[in-house]
Each structure stands twice: as structure tokens, then as C-alpha cells.
């Protein structure tokens, strides 16, 4: 019965280390898309995946960001060699993927850089 | 053009007003329309889908004008608890058959006792 579980809910890290953020979509979901969030600001769609495939990810930055889904086990988006600037709430989301389908959202993990 | 456009707000309004969102979309193509809350520092949470015939949710009306790409939330009888950042979104063809949806940057509003 459980919903998008993302994991850790608030994660430290000191400049120029690595974040590994994981979500698990919702029983019944092969669909995972994650979204940042800046303080004060709109959602901003990153990445979207489908297990195994990355199917579109247009809104990811080119270098220090990676997400995967595997075939077994949650979804991982990675950070290298953080910076401030990478301070946000993100927010995973899943879905049945079908067309009308909304997306549910897991309750996000807000990152801090030191 | 923003793919999804909305009212910059702020909205305050009394309890009891009935408020009114607006929000255009670029994407002539887009299938699929929702209306999500989302509180403070939380996630976003569906509020509801939009049909083309428009539906109503007790309080909460969506209307869908696919001619003008114009979508629009009315909510009546306004609570103390309808405080919060509504997200027009918006479902985008991603490549093939995959869609993705496409957020507006939310219109806060804040409902005063």
C-alpha cells in the first residue's frame, strides 16, 4: 500500500562530495521521473526513466548528474562533486506511464551542501 | 511562450471567497491536464484531473478550452486549508509514446480567517 518512498529525507554533504538520492515508485509503476526544486521557486522536470531506459532527459544537467533505474531496485539519481548551487528539494514521481495518468509524488529529499 | 503559464499571484482572499486560477499552454498537442496542491515544503499532491467537459470536485470546478489552450480552477466557499500552491500541469509528448508533464510555477494562495 505504500506510496513513492524517497530516501534519506535530508541529506548533508559538503562541497565536492557525491549525493545518492533513491526513490521507489509506487507498487504497479515502471514509470520514474525526478524534479528539483529551488527555495522559492517552481518544480523543474530532470529526468525520466522507465526501467533500465533513460527516455528523456532533457532537463538534466550534462555533467555531475546520472540517474538510473535498474531492473531491480529503486531509482537512483547521483550527484558528483557537489556544489552550493545543487541545495534544492527533489522530488521523484511515478506513474503507470500511460497517457492521462498522473504522476504521485514522493515526499522529496532536501538536500543541503556545506 | 512558457509551455505552461500561470497566474503570478499572490492571492489573499477572505474565507467564503471563491477564487479563480488561470493558466495557457504553448502545446497544441498536449493530451492530459491536472491540478496539483502543494503545501509548504511538501510534495506536490493531485488535486484533480481536467476534462474537456470540465468536472467538479465538491468545491473545486476545472474547466478545459482547447481552442484557446486555456485551463482554470475555481474553487468556492474558500477554507482556511485551501492555502497552498496550486500547479497547473500540463502532459507533454517525451519522445514516441512517452509523455511527461510539464509544471507551471504555481500560483500561491493564501486564505485569511
Known amino acids: 500500500n505504500a506510496g513513492v518512498m524517497q530516501n534519506p529525507r535530508h541529506l548533508v554533504r559538503r562541497r565536492g562530495q557525491e549525493a545518492r538520492l533513491r526513490c521507489s515508485p509506487m507498487k504497479g509503476h515502471s514509470h520514474v521521473y525526478w524534479y528539483r526544486q529551488l527555495p522559492e521557486e517552481g518544480l523543474k522536470f530532470m529526468v525520466y526513466l522507465q526501467k533500465e531506459n533513460i527516455i528523456d532527459e532533457s532537463g538534466m544537467p550534462k555533467e555531475r548528474f546520472s540517474a538510473e533505474f535498474p531492473k531491480e531496485g529503486p531509482s537512483i539519481l547521483r550527484i558528483q562533486q557537489v556544489v552550493r548551487g545543487d541545495s534544492a528539494a527533489y522530488f521523484c514521481?511515478?506513474?503507470?506511464?500511460?497517457?492521462?495518468?498522473?504522476?504521485?509524488f514522493g515526499d522529496g529529499t532536501r538536500l543541503s551542501i556545506l | 511562450r512558457k509551455e505552461v503559464e500561470q497566474d503570478p499571484g499572490p492571492f489573499n482572499v477572505p474565507e467564503g471567497a471563491t477564487v479563480a486560477f488561470n493558466c495557457t499552454y504553448s502545446n497544441s498537442a498536449s493530451q492530459s491536464f491536472f491540478w496539483y496542491r502543494q503545501d509548504c515544503r511538501k510534495e506536490p499532491k493531485l488535486l484533480m484531473s481536467v476534462y474537456s467537459s470540465g468536472n467538479e470536485d465538491g468545491r473545486f470546478t476545472a474547466q478545459l478550452n482547447r481552442a484557446s489552450q486555456y485551463i482554470s480552477l475555481l474553487i468556492r466557499d474558500s477554507k482556511l486549508s485551501d492555502s497552498a500552491t496550486y500547479l497547473c500541469v500540463v502532459n507533454m509528448r517525451s519522445g514516441g509514446s512517452n509523455y511527461k508533464l510539464t509544471f507551471g510555477k504555481g500560483t500561491l494562495l493564501t486564505v485569511n480567517p
Open positions: 514521481a511515478s506513474s503507470p506511464g500511460r497517457l492521462n495518468q498522473p504522476q504521485h
